[in-house]
C-alpha cells in the first residue's frame, strides 16, 4: 500500500488527500482505503494533481464506473465522455452558472450517480467556491415527528421542475430523447456503504411528492432546504490550482457560488459515477 495523509477539513464534511500522484497506478489498498475515506468524509479533496483528460477518467475510475451526463453535446473536444463547467455559457442572453443553488447530481435518473467530480482546470483570481452541506447530520437533527412525517415519503424528480429556482443549460433535442422517465426517490434515502440515513432533496427537479397537494409538498421542501442549507453542515471548497475533488451525492448537496469576476474563466473537468436507486 502507498502511504499517503487523509486530513479532515471540518469536523463532518470533507477531507484533504496529500501524498499521492493520481497519474502512476493505485495498487488495490490503496483504492479500497481512498473509498474508506470517501465514505465517512464525503468529500475527497486531492491536492497538486495534473490531469490530461484521459489520466483525470482513468484516476476517477478508482472510485467506480463512469455515468454519461445528460447532456452528450457538453463536453471537452475530441473527449465526448468528459465533461465541464464553464461561465460562459448564455441562454437566451443570460449567463448560466451550473449548479447555482444547492442541488444532487441527475436525480430526475432512476440511479442517480453516486459521485461527481471535478477537476479545476482554470479558476478566477479570487471566489467561485463549491459549498457542500452534510445531509447524514441535516437528518439526524431534524425533530422525530418531522422524521416521522418524511420517512416514506417519495418525490417525482423530473428533468427540470416548473417549480426549479433557476433554469438548466441548452439540452440538444437529441439528449431531451435520451433522457430516462423522472425519478420517484424517497425524501430519506440510506448510504449503501457508511449505513446513515440522509435527505435526499433537490429543488431543481423535484416537482411532486406522491400523495401531496404541489402547495403542501413546495412548503415541506421549502422546510428541509432551510433545515439542511444551515451553515453549521458546511464545508465550503476554496479551489486551488491542482485540485481534483470528489463528492458522495448520497451525503451531501452541494452549489457553485457565482461571486467572482466574469471576465475570468472558470473551467473545470466534471465526471460522475454510476450509483444506485436510492432506497
Ligand atoms: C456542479 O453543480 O456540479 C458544479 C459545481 C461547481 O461548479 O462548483
Not at 258 to 262: K, N
Given at each position: 500500500m502507498t502511504s499517503f495523509t487523509v486530513t479532515p477539513l471540518t469536523e463532518h464534511t470533507g477531507a484533504e488527500v496529500t501524498g499521492?500522484?493520481?497519474r502512476e497506478p493505485v495498487d488495490a489498498d490503496t483504492g479500497a482505503a481512498l473509498n474508506e475515506a470517501f465514505f465517512e468524509h464525503h468529500v475527497l479533496v486531492m491536492r497538486d494533481q495534473h490531469f490530461s483528460p484521459d489520466e483525470f477518467k482513468a484516476a476517477v475510475r478508482l472510485f467506480g464506473e463512469l455515468q454519461p451526463h445528460?447532456?452528450?453535446?457538453?463536453?471537452i473536444p475530441s473527449h465526448p465522455d468528459v465533461s465541464y463547467v464553464s461561465n460562459d455559457e448564455f441562454v437566451n442572453g443570460r449567463r448560466i452558472i451550473p449548479g447555482e443553488t444547492f442541488h444532487t447530481d441527475h436525480?430526475?435518473?432512476?440511479?442517480?450517480?453516486k459521485a461527481t467530480t471535478l477537476f479545476a482546470v482554470e479558476l478566477p483570481s479570487s471566489g467561485g467556491d463549491t459549498q457542500y452541506v452534510n445531509m447524514h447530520d441535516a437528518y439526524d437533527d431534524l425533530p422525530q415527528a418531522t422524521k416521522q412525517k418524511i420517512d416514506g415519503l417519495k418525490a417525482v424528480h423530473a428533468?427540470?421542475?416548473?417549480?426549479?429556482p433557476r433554469p438548466l443549460g441548452y439540452l440538444s433535442e437529441e439528449s431531451r430523447r435520451n433522457l430516462p422517465p423522472p425519478g420517484v426517490h424517497p425524501l430519506v434515502r440510506t448510504h449503501p456503504q457508511n449505513g446513515r440515513k440522509a435527505l435526499f432533496l433537490n429543488p431543481v427537479r423535484m416537482e411532486s411528492i406522491v400523495g401531496m397537494e404541489d402547495d403542501e409538498a413546495l412548503a415541506l421542501i421549502d422546510e428541509l432546504m432551510r433545515h439542511a442549507t444551515q451553515k453549521k453542515y458546511e464545508y465550503r471548497h476554496k479551489w486551488r490550482h491542482g485540485d481534483w475533488v470528489l463528492w458522495d451525492n448520497r451525503s451531501v448537496m452541494h452549489q457553485a457560488n457565482?461571486?467572482?469576476?466574469?471576465n475570468e474563466r472558470r473551467y473545470l473537468y466534471r465526471l460522475m459515477l454510476k450509483g444506485e436507486a436510492p432506497a
Open positions: 499521492l500522484d493520481f445528460d447532456k452528450k453535446e457538453h463536453h436525480s430526475n435518473h432512476p440511479r442517480p450517480p428533468y427540470l421542475s416548473k417549480y426549479s457565482p461571486d467572482y469576476d466574469m
